[in-house]
């Protein structure tokens, strides 16, 4: 691959257009370019593909990806960020396209016509939002692959096992038709400002979905088992149809609590209750 452009450090790009992160918004800037570069290669050969980055802030994640090859569609909510991602952009002409706005709202399947690599420096006040809604897209989804920065907990959470204190609704839906990982982990140092947690980058890559099962009904059985996760399954899932009937059906002890049921098992369930919900 040729040299990228010279651009200026990123640090003398906020200090030009006087950025700082918002708290607000869920902002912490990385810096280090060797990490960027770093995150930027983990959903692999990008050169000449499409990828989407949320919330890109000043660049610093986007001209990783560029660097590599990429050709990047960043959304940006914060209008203070856009003069210097358009500096950005004129450095890689035709290769970044830049959208103001607001990611739960925007069409994002809409904006490609191949399935993209979404990687991104997730603002923290809206990441998981975001994952859920792209692990209950149609099957198989819209993007390629997701690398994604979260607080350590949150990742930790999407990853983990049956039994384990993290394993909860969330690593139900990362992987009952996923391949969730953690790629890597980020010090807090790392960020400007450092933030109160340590963060991780996860990745997932889509697989096969089990036959007659929607997300909508699986949502639904671990959001009630879960909701009371400290209760025994005859208990959390009293208030859904049918539910209680299907354990017995399925063989599986109303007696345990939802923490000790396989990623199978929930599937499993929602699909014996398919037809009542």
């Known amino acids: 691959m040729s040299e990228g452009p010279a651009l200026p450090p990123l640090r003398d790009v906020i200090r030009e257009h006087g950025l700082s992160a918002s708290k607000a918004l869920g902002q912490n800037f990385l810096?280090?370019?060797?990490?960027?570069?770093?995150?930027?290669?983990?959903p692999g050969d990008i050169a000449e593909r499409d990828v989407l980055e949320i919330g890109p802030g000043p660049g610093g994640l986007t001209r990783a990806l560029l660097a590599a090859g990429a050709n990047v569609t960043a959304i940006e909510r914060d209008h203070r960020c856009i003069p210097a991602l358009e500096q950005l952009g004129q450095a890689y002409p035709d290769r970044l396209r830049l959208i103001e706005g607001d990611a739960l709202t925007i069409d994002m399947p809409g904006l490609f016509v191949a399935p993209p690599a979404i990687v991104a420096n997730l603002?923290?006040?809206?990441?998981t939002a975001l994952l859920v809604g792209w692990l209950s897209a149609e099957w198989r989804p819209w993007w390629r692959s997701l690398t994604l920065m979260f607080q350590r907990e949150v990742a930790e959470r999407i990853v983990a096992r049956p039994g384990s204190g993290a394993y909860g609704r969330l690593a139900v839906l990362s992987q009952w038709r996923s391949e969730a990982r953690i790629a890597m982990p980020v010090h807090r140092s790392a960020f400007t400002p450092p933030p109160k947690v340590m963060s991780a980058v996860v990745h997932i890559t889509p697989g096969n979905a089990p036959d007659g099962v929607s997300p909508e009904t699986l949502g639904m059985v671990t959001a009630a088992a879960f909701g009371q996760r400290r209760k025994m399954l005859r208990q959390s899932l009293k208030?859904?149809?049918?539910?209680?009937?299907?354990?017995?059906?399925?063989?599986?002890?109303?007696?345990?609590?939802?923490?000790?049921?396989?990623?199978?098992?929930?599937?499993?369930?929602a699909r014996a209750l398919q037809p009542i919900v």
């Open 123 to 127: 603002p923290y006040n809206v990441g």
């Open 31 to 42: 810096f280090d370019s060797q990490l960027l570069t770093r995150i930027a290669a983990i």
């Open 239 to 269: 208030s859904v149809p049918g539910a209680l009937a299907a354990l017995e059906t399925l063989g599986i002890d109303p007696t345990r609590r939802p923490e000790t049921l396989a990623i199978e098992d929930f599937v499993a369930l």
